[in-house]
């Protein structure tokens, strides 16, 4: 999609520092880091979020991005981590491609905000 941030990261338009890479996924540093370890794992093709991901026909991406997000957590996060999917209005999404929050490098509060 030519009017999505996430895309125009995935495509080089944007710059970004890749930390993992591969035909479905990518992973970058969020630009603004809730936690010392602030990372985000997306899938390289647009999908606007996961609901949209799980109501289409399937394909292995959802698996690929949670698998990524759960090995970059425990490689940079070995104290624990979050996993987070942010989901439409009311879920806090801010950017319309579906994307994993990993957290980490502190210890997360509950509830979240
Ligand atoms: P959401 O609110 O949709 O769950 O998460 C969007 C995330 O993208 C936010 O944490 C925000 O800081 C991050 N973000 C927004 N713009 C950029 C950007 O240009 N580069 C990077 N690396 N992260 C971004
Ligand atoms: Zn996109």
């Given at each position: 999609m030519s009017d999505c941030l996430f895309c125009k990261i995935v495509a080089g338009e944007i710059p970004a520092e890749t930390l993992y890479r591969d035909d479905l996924v990518m992973a970058i540093p969020d630009v603004?880091?809730?936690?010392p370890i602030h990372l985000l794992v997306m899938p390289v093709r647009h999908a606007g979020n996961v609901a949209e991901l799980a109501e289409?026909?399937?394909?292995a991406t959802i698996a690929a991005v949670f698998s990524t997000a759960a090995l970059l957590g425990s490689r940079h996060a070995p104290g624990g981590f979050r996993l987070v999917a942010n989901t439409g209005k009311d879920g806090g999404q801010t950017v319309d491609h579906f994307h994993v929050h990993v957290l980490g490098g502190r210890q997360m509060d509950w509830p979240p905000g």
């Open positions: 603004n880091p809730q936690a289409g026909e399937k394909d």
